[in-house]
């Protein structure tokens, strides 16, 4: 008999609290703040949907094997354990620990990038494209065109446009190094990539001799919606889903903090052996020796368990849900978000909800100010104020206004989703009260972490 309700696949054997505040007291939490939910103590934050990343609850399995961490500085048995779980699924020869994701974007385009240099992406996170023009690269983002249109339905919205990588590549090739996508598409509303277009993708750098790489941070996400999506895809487990999606790439940055399942961590993988000998000195240098990398032995240990346990069906199906759940909920009351649901996080369209306020007084994070004042609730702007300041100091309005609502993993029940649509709802009905900010400091790049902004009158 089929049932309708999805349960979390897991019990819960360790709780942690969670403080009540008040409306007064957020009030006063925001001004000390500068009004930045980076800024913010957790201890003031009930539901904390801030990121994705790390803030997941490991397994029972992940914190046994974290009790077998060899601790060697070189050789460790943990790191072979961690580069067998890597290469069983990725296929790549060369893997390289890293502290976290953005340490292997800045590896990557480290030892591979020039001045003046091109990489295009479906779209650029925000650390993947601080680390290309860190590097005084350019990073192009190159998305279909309905991912531009948060209102419409389409099952792979995360695609990239290959008319327009063709392109790029007959026109520049000599002057891009890589051609990247991003499974799923993070700053495009969490939205998932198909397999057809990632081998129509690599085909294309491939045909201009462009390396083609993945980053790959919710690999396990993506190929859930390729199995759910797409043709032909139906019967076959998500392992050998994402072991195809990896055999079209010449390598991939992973943060092992999403679909890792770990706390902290991440890797590059690669087949290259010139560009993985050049990476191994960036990582001697800046990360430590190349079979630690950064992480403690137990650290490496809970990514090789997390690495196969995210991959389980029964997980996937109730951590796409959980986010489809709140988003019907939140549709069917009349509140835009980026349609369809993405794999790991709810994004409501703020430009939407708040035509009145300006893109320069940063209406996506006048909402998300909101939902904390209101509710306790922290979540991310992916905006203006993330995506609009330019490296020689000018600003323009970023593509889309989104407030990103960032499921952790296996840490919140239906009863704390209940909660946070019931946040929503009520905020949605005072949507023509919140009012745009102004930025009082900033730093020249990756603003949003720690700018002070003010509210406008």
Known sequence: ???????????????????????????????????????????????????????????????????????????AKSFYRFESAVQEITGFKHVIPTHQ????????????????????????????????????????????????HPELIHPFKGNMDLAALERHLQKNHDDIPLVMITVTNNS??????????????????HKYGVPFFLDACRFAENAWFIKTREEGYAAKTPLEIAQEMFSYADGCTMSAKKD?????????????????????????????FPTYGGLAGYDLEAIAVGLHEVLN???????????????DILTENGVPIMQPPGG???????????????????????????????????????????????????????????VRLAFPRRVYTQSHVDYLAEVILYVHSLRENIRGLKIVEQPPALRHFTAILAPLS
């Open 260 to 288: 890792g399942l770990a706390n902290i961590g991440g890797f590059l993988a690669l087949n290259n052996d010139e560009w993985a000998s050049r990476a191994k000195t960036m990582l001697v240098i800046t990360e430590g």
């Open 1 to 75: 008999m089929h049932f309708k309700t999805i349960i979390e696949p897991f019990r819960i054997k360790t709780v942690e609290p969670i403080q009540h505040t008040t409306r007064a007291y957020r009030e006063e939490a925001l001004k000390r703040a500068g009004y930045n939910l980076f800024l913010l103590k957790a201890d003031d934050v009930l539901i904390d949907l801030l990121t994705d990343s790390g803030t997941g609850a490991m397994s029972s399995e992940q914190w046994a094997g974290m009790m077998r961490g060899d601790e060697s500085y070189a050789g």
């Open 188 to 205: 495009g509303g969490g939205q998932p990539v198909s397999m057809a277009n990632i081998r129509a993708a690599s085909k294309l750098c």
């Open 344 to 402: 790991h996080a709810v994004y409501l369209d703020a430009k939407a909800m708040l035509p009145h306020i300006p893109q320069l007084e940063y209406p996506a994070w006048a909402l998300s100010l909101a939902l904390y004042l209101e509710g306790g609730v922290r979540s991310v702007e992916i905006g203006t104020v993330m995506f609009g300041l330019h490296p020689d100091g000018s600003e323009t309005p970023a593509a889309m206004e989104l």
């Open 313 to 327: 069906e029964d997980y996937l199906h109730y951590r796409t849900r959980s986010v489809a759940y709140l988003g």
């Open 101 to 148: 994701g953005r340490a292997a974007e800045r590896i990557l385009f480290g030892s591979t990038l020039k001045p003046g240099n091109m990489v295009l992406n479906n779209t650029h996170f925000d650390t993947t494209r601080a680390n290309v023009e860190y590097r005084k690269g350019t990073a192009v983002d190159i998305p279909i065109s309905e991912a531009h």
